[in-house]
Protein backbone atom coordinates (compact mmCIF):
# COMPACT_ATOMS: atom_id res chain seq x y z
CA UNK A 1 0.00 0.00 0.00
CA UNK A 2 2.89 2.29 1.24
CA UNK A 3 4.89 1.61 -1.47
CA UNK A 4 2.07 2.02 -4.44
CA UNK A 5 1.41 5.85 -2.74
CA UNK A 6 5.20 6.62 -3.00
CA UNK A 7 5.13 5.40 -6.56
CA UNK A 8 2.38 7.32 -7.74
CA UNK A 9 3.79 10.58 -5.51
CA UNK A 10 6.97 9.86 -7.67
CA UNK A 11 5.35 9.76 -11.05
CA UNK A 12 3.36 13.09 -9.90
CA UNK A 13 6.17 14.68 -8.81
CA UNK A 14 8.16 14.41 -11.78
CA UNK A 15 5.30 14.93 -13.96
CA UNK A 16 4.77 18.55 -11.62
CA UNK A 17 8.09 19.70 -12.53
CA UNK A 18 7.66 18.84 -16.19
CA UNK A 19 4.39 20.56 -16.02
CA UNK A 20 5.84 23.77 -14.38
CA UNK A 21 9.07 23.74 -16.40
CA UNK A 22 6.43 24.46 -19.72
CA UNK A 23 4.15 26.56 -18.10
CA UNK A 24 7.02 28.85 -17.11
CA UNK A 25 8.30 28.88 -20.57
CA UNK A 26 4.84 29.27 -21.72
CA UNK A 27 4.19 31.97 -19.80
CA UNK A 28 7.07 33.66 -20.15
CA UNK A 29 7.10 34.17 -24.07
CA UNK A 30 3.23 35.28 -23.54
CA UNK A 31 3.70 38.40 -21.51
CA UNK A 32 6.53 38.94 -23.91
CA UNK A 33 4.27 39.47 -26.51
CA UNK A 34 1.80 40.87 -24.96
CA UNK A 35 0.94 44.56 -26.21
CA UNK A 36 1.38 46.13 -22.57
CA UNK A 37 4.46 48.45 -21.93
CA UNK A 38 5.50 47.05 -18.69
CA UNK A 39 7.53 50.97 -17.82
CA UNK A 40 4.00 52.16 -18.95
CA UNK A 41 2.78 50.31 -16.19
CA UNK A 42 5.18 51.45 -13.99
CA UNK A 43 5.14 54.77 -14.48
CA UNK A 44 1.49 55.20 -14.36
CA UNK A 45 -0.01 58.28 -13.60
CA UNK A 46 3.41 60.14 -13.90
CA UNK A 47 3.80 59.95 -17.35
CA UNK A 48 4.46 63.18 -17.98
CA UNK A 49 7.22 64.06 -16.30
CA UNK A 50 9.13 61.11 -17.06
CA UNK A 51 11.10 61.39 -20.38
CA UNK A 52 12.85 58.93 -22.77
CA UNK A 53 16.19 58.74 -20.94
CA UNK A 54 14.42 58.12 -17.86
CA UNK A 55 12.26 55.43 -19.52
CA UNK A 56 15.02 53.86 -20.86
CA UNK A 57 16.74 53.87 -17.12
CA UNK A 58 13.79 51.95 -15.89
CA UNK A 59 13.73 49.12 -18.44
CA UNK A 60 17.41 48.52 -17.92
CA UNK A 61 16.95 48.43 -14.06
CA UNK A 62 13.82 45.83 -14.39
CA UNK A 63 15.70 44.07 -17.25
CA UNK A 64 13.19 44.63 -19.28
CA UNK A 65 15.10 46.02 -22.20
CA UNK A 66 17.50 42.28 -22.38
CA UNK A 67 16.61 39.84 -25.08
CA UNK A 68 13.63 37.21 -24.35
CA UNK A 69 16.34 34.24 -23.90
CA UNK A 70 18.75 36.11 -21.55
CA UNK A 71 15.90 37.46 -19.27
CA UNK A 72 14.13 33.85 -19.06
CA UNK A 73 17.52 31.98 -18.32
CA UNK A 74 18.25 34.57 -15.60
CA UNK A 75 14.74 34.32 -14.05
CA UNK A 76 14.82 30.74 -14.11
CA UNK A 77 18.24 30.65 -12.39
CA UNK A 78 16.92 33.07 -9.54
CA UNK A 79 14.22 30.26 -9.10
CA UNK A 80 16.17 27.43 -9.02
CA UNK A 81 18.22 29.39 -5.70
CA UNK A 82 14.95 30.07 -4.15
CA UNK A 83 14.59 33.81 -5.47
CA UNK A 84 11.41 34.22 -7.06
CA UNK A 85 12.22 37.78 -7.83
CA UNK A 86 10.97 41.67 -7.05
CA UNK A 87 6.94 42.72 -7.71
CA UNK A 88 6.97 45.99 -10.11
CA UNK A 89 4.07 47.21 -8.60
CA UNK A 90 4.35 46.32 -4.81
CA UNK A 91 8.16 47.04 -4.83
CA UNK A 92 8.75 43.81 -2.43
CA UNK A 93 9.74 40.17 -3.16
CA UNK A 94 7.19 37.99 -4.80
CA UNK A 95 7.65 35.84 -2.72
CA UNK A 96 6.61 37.91 0.46
CA UNK A 97 3.29 39.29 -1.92
CA UNK A 98 2.30 35.81 -2.41
CA UNK A 99 2.44 34.69 1.49
CA UNK A 100 0.20 37.49 2.77
CA UNK A 101 -1.86 36.79 0.29
CA UNK A 102 -1.99 33.18 0.18
CA UNK A 103 -3.75 32.77 3.95
CA UNK A 104 -7.00 34.99 2.36
CA UNK A 105 -7.41 32.86 -0.87
CA UNK A 106 -6.86 30.08 0.77
CA UNK A 107 -9.29 30.46 3.21
CA UNK A 108 -11.69 32.17 1.08
CA UNK A 109 -11.55 28.94 -1.71
CA UNK A 110 -11.73 26.43 1.45
CA UNK A 111 -14.77 28.01 2.73
CA UNK A 112 -16.30 27.77 -0.77
CA UNK A 113 -15.06 24.07 -1.59
CA UNK A 114 -16.80 23.18 1.79
CA UNK A 115 -20.15 24.94 1.11
CA UNK A 116 -20.68 23.74 -2.15
CA UNK A 117 -19.71 20.13 -1.62
CA UNK A 118 -22.00 19.93 1.76
CA UNK A 119 -24.67 21.93 -0.18
CA UNK A 120 -24.12 20.10 -3.71
CA UNK A 121 -23.90 16.86 -2.32
CA UNK A 122 -27.22 17.37 -0.55
CA UNK A 123 -29.21 18.57 -3.13
CA UNK A 124 -28.17 16.12 -5.15
CA UNK A 125 -29.09 13.14 -3.00
CA UNK A 126 -32.56 14.81 -2.24
CA UNK A 127 -33.39 15.22 -6.46
CA UNK A 128 -32.43 11.79 -6.90
CA UNK A 129 -34.50 10.22 -4.05
CA UNK A 130 -37.32 12.93 -4.88
CA UNK A 131 -36.58 12.10 -8.89
CA UNK A 132 -39.33 13.47 -10.73
CA UNK A 133 -41.40 15.22 -8.65
CA UNK A 134 -41.40 19.02 -7.72
CA UNK A 135 -38.43 19.11 -5.62
CA UNK A 136 -36.22 17.16 -8.44
CA UNK A 137 -37.49 19.44 -11.09
CA UNK A 138 -36.55 22.35 -9.10
CA UNK A 139 -33.20 21.80 -7.98
CA UNK A 140 -32.27 20.67 -11.40
CA UNK A 141 -33.48 24.39 -12.45
CA UNK A 142 -31.14 26.09 -9.78
CA UNK A 143 -28.26 23.51 -10.91
CA UNK A 144 -28.55 24.23 -14.93
CA UNK A 145 -29.30 28.05 -14.54
CA UNK A 146 -26.12 28.52 -12.45
CA UNK A 147 -24.26 26.48 -14.30
CA UNK A 148 -25.09 29.32 -17.15
CA UNK A 149 -24.80 32.22 -15.04
CA UNK A 150 -21.32 34.43 -14.69
CA UNK A 151 -19.89 34.36 -11.08
CA UNK A 152 -19.25 38.15 -11.36
CA UNK A 153 -22.66 38.70 -11.93
CA UNK A 154 -23.80 36.57 -9.17
CA UNK A 155 -21.40 38.35 -6.92
CA UNK A 156 -22.70 41.92 -8.18
CA UNK A 157 -26.51 40.35 -7.43
CA UNK A 158 -25.28 39.27 -4.11
CA UNK A 159 -23.54 42.50 -3.58
CA UNK A 160 -26.62 44.55 -4.26
CA UNK A 161 -28.92 43.20 -2.26
CA UNK A 162 -27.14 42.04 1.09
CA UNK A 163 -25.12 44.68 0.93
CA UNK A 164 -26.52 47.47 -0.44
CA UNK A 165 -29.79 47.52 0.03
CA UNK A 166 -30.13 45.04 3.17
CA UNK A 167 -27.13 46.35 4.50
CA UNK A 168 -26.30 43.24 6.44
CA UNK A 169 -22.67 42.49 5.39
CA UNK A 170 -19.84 44.82 4.06
CA UNK A 171 -19.64 45.42 0.61
CA UNK A 172 -16.03 44.49 0.08
CA UNK A 173 -12.26 44.33 0.98
CA UNK A 174 -10.82 41.87 3.17
CA UNK A 175 -11.13 43.82 6.59
CA UNK A 176 -13.34 46.79 7.90
CA UNK A 177 -11.31 50.29 6.21
CA UNK A 178 -9.51 52.53 8.45
CA UNK A 179 -9.15 50.05 10.81
CA UNK A 180 -5.68 48.87 12.55
CA UNK A 181 -4.67 46.06 11.98
CA UNK A 182 -4.23 44.71 15.22
CA UNK A 183 -7.66 45.78 16.32
CA UNK A 184 -9.29 43.36 13.24
CA UNK A 185 -10.81 40.68 14.77
CA UNK A 186 -11.75 36.98 13.31
CA UNK A 187 -15.33 38.14 13.44
CA UNK A 188 -14.35 40.97 10.55
CA UNK A 189 -12.83 38.57 8.33
CA UNK A 190 -15.24 35.92 8.43
CA UNK A 191 -18.21 38.97 7.66
CA UNK A 192 -15.96 40.15 5.08
CA UNK A 193 -15.53 36.62 3.27
CA UNK A 194 -19.04 36.00 3.32
CA UNK A 195 -20.16 37.50 -0.14
CA UNK A 196 -17.53 36.43 -2.12
CA UNK A 197 -17.16 32.73 -0.36
CA UNK A 198 -21.12 32.20 -0.77
CA UNK A 199 -20.30 33.46 -4.66
CA UNK A 200 -17.85 30.75 -4.75
CA UNK A 201 -19.58 28.32 -3.76
CA UNK A 202 -22.81 28.63 -5.67
CA UNK A 203 -21.30 28.36 -9.12
CA UNK A 204 -19.45 25.18 -7.63
CA UNK A 205 -22.84 23.62 -6.29
CA UNK A 206 -24.57 22.47 -9.84
CA UNK A 207 -21.44 20.13 -10.87
CA UNK A 208 -21.51 18.11 -7.93
CA UNK A 209 -25.57 18.00 -7.47
CA UNK A 210 -26.17 16.98 -10.61
CA UNK A 211 -23.61 14.58 -10.50
CA UNK A 212 -24.38 12.98 -7.20
CA UNK A 213 -28.09 12.49 -8.31
CA UNK A 214 -27.07 10.84 -11.50
CA UNK A 215 -25.04 8.55 -9.48
CA UNK A 216 -27.40 7.60 -6.73
CA UNK A 217 -30.29 6.88 -9.35
CA UNK A 218 -28.44 4.98 -11.05
CA UNK A 219 -27.67 2.85 -7.67
CA UNK A 220 -31.25 2.86 -6.75
CA UNK A 221 -31.67 1.21 -10.48
CA UNK A 222 -28.91 -1.33 -9.51
CA UNK A 223 -29.76 -5.15 -8.78
CA UNK A 224 -28.04 -5.17 -5.83
CA UNK A 225 -29.94 -2.03 -4.39
CA UNK A 226 -33.44 -3.60 -5.60
CA UNK A 227 -32.67 -7.06 -4.06
CA UNK A 228 -31.56 -4.96 -0.87
CA UNK A 229 -35.24 -3.60 -0.60
CA UNK A 230 -36.83 -6.78 -1.30
CA UNK A 231 -35.08 -8.01 1.70
CA UNK A 232 -36.82 -5.55 3.23
CA UNK A 233 -34.80 -2.52 3.85
CA UNK A 234 -35.65 0.83 3.82
CA UNK A 235 -35.25 4.23 4.42
CA UNK A 236 -32.07 5.68 6.13
CA UNK A 237 -30.90 2.68 6.48
CA UNK A 238 -30.78 1.43 3.13
CA UNK A 239 -29.84 4.62 1.95
CA UNK A 240 -26.76 4.72 4.32
CA UNK A 241 -25.69 1.11 3.70
CA UNK A 242 -25.84 0.71 0.00
CA UNK A 243 -26.65 4.06 -1.63
CA UNK A 244 -24.51 6.45 0.39
CA UNK A 245 -21.28 4.65 0.49
CA UNK A 246 -20.62 4.17 -3.36
CA UNK A 247 -21.80 7.55 -4.01
CA UNK A 248 -19.77 9.57 -1.54
CA UNK A 249 -16.01 9.00 -2.74
CA UNK A 250 -16.98 9.79 -6.23
CA UNK A 251 -18.55 13.20 -5.22
CA UNK A 252 -15.87 14.22 -3.17
CA UNK A 253 -13.36 13.04 -6.11
CA UNK A 254 -15.21 15.09 -8.43
CA UNK A 255 -15.33 18.04 -5.87
CA UNK A 256 -10.83 18.07 -5.70
CA UNK A 257 -10.98 17.71 -9.59
CA UNK A 258 -12.75 21.03 -9.59
CA UNK A 259 -9.91 23.06 -8.01
CA UNK A 260 -9.16 24.73 -11.16
CA UNK A 261 -12.47 26.24 -11.36
CA UNK A 262 -12.15 27.18 -8.29
CA UNK A 263 -9.41 28.74 -8.71
CA UNK A 264 -10.74 30.52 -12.11
CA UNK A 265 -14.07 31.76 -9.83
CA UNK A 266 -11.97 33.25 -7.12
CA UNK A 267 -10.04 35.62 -9.61
CA UNK A 268 -13.58 36.97 -10.66
CA UNK A 269 -14.77 36.91 -6.80
CA UNK A 270 -11.87 38.96 -5.45
CA UNK A 271 -12.03 41.21 -8.29
CA UNK A 272 -15.62 42.09 -7.57
CA UNK A 273 -15.39 42.32 -4.11
CA UNK A 274 -11.58 43.81 -3.78
CA UNK A 275 -11.18 40.98 -1.86
CA UNK A 276 -7.32 41.10 -0.94
CA UNK A 277 -6.34 37.46 -2.28
CA UNK A 278 -4.65 35.58 -4.89
CA UNK A 279 -6.74 35.91 -7.72
CA UNK A 280 -7.09 39.80 -7.41
CA UNK A 281 -3.06 40.37 -7.70
CA UNK A 282 -3.32 37.98 -10.56
CA UNK A 283 -5.86 40.33 -12.19
CA UNK A 284 -3.62 43.46 -11.25
CA UNK A 285 0.28 41.89 -11.89
CA UNK A 286 -1.52 40.66 -15.68
CA UNK A 287 -2.98 43.84 -16.60
CA UNK A 288 0.50 46.04 -15.37
CA UNK A 289 2.89 43.86 -16.58
CA UNK A 290 3.92 42.46 -13.40
CA UNK A 291 6.48 39.62 -14.88
CA UNK A 292 8.24 38.20 -11.75
CA UNK A 293 4.68 38.33 -9.97
CA UNK A 294 2.76 37.01 -12.96
CA UNK A 295 4.70 34.12 -13.28
CA UNK A 296 5.36 33.44 -9.61
CA UNK A 297 1.48 33.96 -9.59
CA UNK A 298 1.42 31.47 -12.35
CA UNK A 299 3.82 28.95 -10.67
CA UNK A 300 1.49 28.77 -6.97
CA UNK A 301 -2.12 28.17 -9.20
CA UNK A 302 -0.42 25.63 -11.75
CA UNK A 303 0.91 24.29 -8.40
CA UNK A 304 -3.09 24.15 -6.47
CA UNK A 305 -4.73 22.63 -9.45
CA UNK A 306 -2.27 20.05 -10.21
CA UNK A 307 -2.00 19.16 -6.49
CA UNK A 308 -6.37 18.83 -6.68
CA UNK A 309 -6.11 17.06 -9.72
CA UNK A 310 -3.49 14.02 -8.65
CA UNK A 311 -5.93 13.83 -5.18
CA UNK A 312 -8.50 13.14 -7.67
CA UNK A 313 -6.87 10.33 -9.61
CA UNK A 314 -5.95 8.69 -6.33
CA UNK A 315 -9.28 8.62 -5.44
CA UNK A 316 -10.52 7.70 -8.66
CA UNK A 317 -7.90 5.04 -8.95
CA UNK A 318 -9.29 3.35 -5.37
CA UNK A 319 -12.49 3.66 -6.89
CA UNK A 320 -12.57 1.78 -10.01
CA UNK A 321 -9.69 -0.69 -9.41
CA UNK A 322 -9.68 -1.56 -13.27
CA UNK A 323 -7.71 2.14 -13.78
CA UNK A 324 -4.96 0.32 -11.45
CA UNK A 325 -4.50 -2.17 -12.91
CA UNK A 326 -5.00 -1.06 -16.32
CA UNK A 327 -2.48 1.45 -16.00
CA UNK A 328 -0.23 -1.52 -14.43
CA UNK A 329 -0.59 -3.92 -16.99
CA UNK A 330 0.20 -1.17 -19.83
CA UNK A 331 3.42 0.00 -17.84
Not at 9 to 25: E, T, Y
Not at 109 to 119: E, P
Not at 184 to 204: E, F, K, Q, W
Not at 252 to 275: D, K, R
Request: charged letters at 15%; glycine letters at 10%; one cysteine or more.
Amino acid sequence: MLQGVAVFVGKKFIRLIALLASVSIITFALVALSPIDPVQSYIGADVMRVGAEQREQIAAYWGIDRPFAERFIKWASALLQGDMGTSMIYREAVTKVIADRFLHSVLLMAFAWTLSGIIGFAAGVAAAIKKDLWLDRLIKSYCYTLASTPAFWIGLLLMMVFAVWLGWLPVGLGVPAGVLAGSVTAADYIRHMILPGITLSVVGIAPIALHTRQKLIDVMESDYYLFARARGEYGVSLFLRHGLRNIALPAITLQFASFGELFGGAVLAEQVFSYPGLGQATVEAGLRGDVPLLMGLVLCSTIFVFTGNAIAEYFYRMVDPRLRYGKEAQG
